[in-house]
């Protein structure tokens, strides 16, 4: 008898525990004494649909006493969409406490999209600041500025779904950095007036389309860097003394070339004349055998040769001593 009231016992508490757990009484009745308005039926029926009652009774609790109006079936379709619940309540709770529009439904579409949306609250609510990196630019005297921004961001609610990250954000700040710098006549009207460059920043309206809202630019540091003017002229100077070069070896090659080829003329020339000169005593002596030249008409030239020699050596003294 002991053992099967032990049984009976152990049946009825496990039984007991398994009633509990399907319809969380003492669940419902926190939530009723919390002014939350849900019924067991509807309790239950979380727990077919996979949804623990505890998340969205202590969520609707928590939003109901910060005077939020949030029912249940809202809590239940983002949880079951994948979403954090607890990160939502506490993102429109804060929101709600410091004046900013946030619904629900902006809430979890932004909770879905990735981000963090309690996080982006308070960055709502306490601006963050990012340092840009070192952004180089050249002004139209030649010399390089490199300068570091300090860019003070608070989060844009309405753009953080599809909006552009701090990356974005960056690289236009970035951008204004360079067409400041760049379109100053001289680098000292830059150093002089920095601000400048965060008016330039700021007019140019370079958050939209970002998830942020850009508060104030502040110039950090401006360093001077190289002498960009003077190192592009010295290149270009390198540059044309390599063309001249290319250039007036390419005419002197010419000039060798032309040489060789004169030359290479004059000793065909050469050739032509001692050939035409080979050809001298064959013609005499042909004269000779076919009586067209006689013996007095070769001494008379003979003696008209010598005569010429000598008058060219008369005339020309310092020949010989050449």
Known sequence: MDNNLLF?????IVALFFFLYILPVNLWFTAQLSGVRVSLLNLFLMRLRKVPPSLVVNAMITSTKAGLNINSNEIETHYLAGGHVNSVIKALISADKANIPLTFKLATAID???????????????????NTPPVAAVAKDGIQLVAKARVTVRANINQLVGGAGEETILARVGEGIVTTIGSAINHKEVLENPDRI??????????????FEILSIDIADIDIGDNIGAKLQTDQAEADLKVANARAEERRAMAVASEQEMRSKAQEARAKVI???????????????????????????QNLKSDTDMRESISKPNKGKQ
């Not at 879905?112 to 990012?130: E, H, K, M, T």
């Open 8 to 12: 009976t016992v152990l049946g009825v």
């Open 112 to 130: 879905l999209a990735g981000r963090d949306v309690f996080d982006a609250v308070q960055l709502s609510v306490n601006p963050r600041v990012i």
């Open 198 to 211: 965060s008016k330039t920043v700021l007019e140019k309206g370079l958050d939209s389309g970002t998830a």
């Open 275 to 301: 050939e035409a000169e080979a050809q001298v005593p064959l013609a005499m002596a042909e004269a000779f055998r076919s009586g067209n030249l006689g013996v007095m008409d070769y001494y008379k030239m």
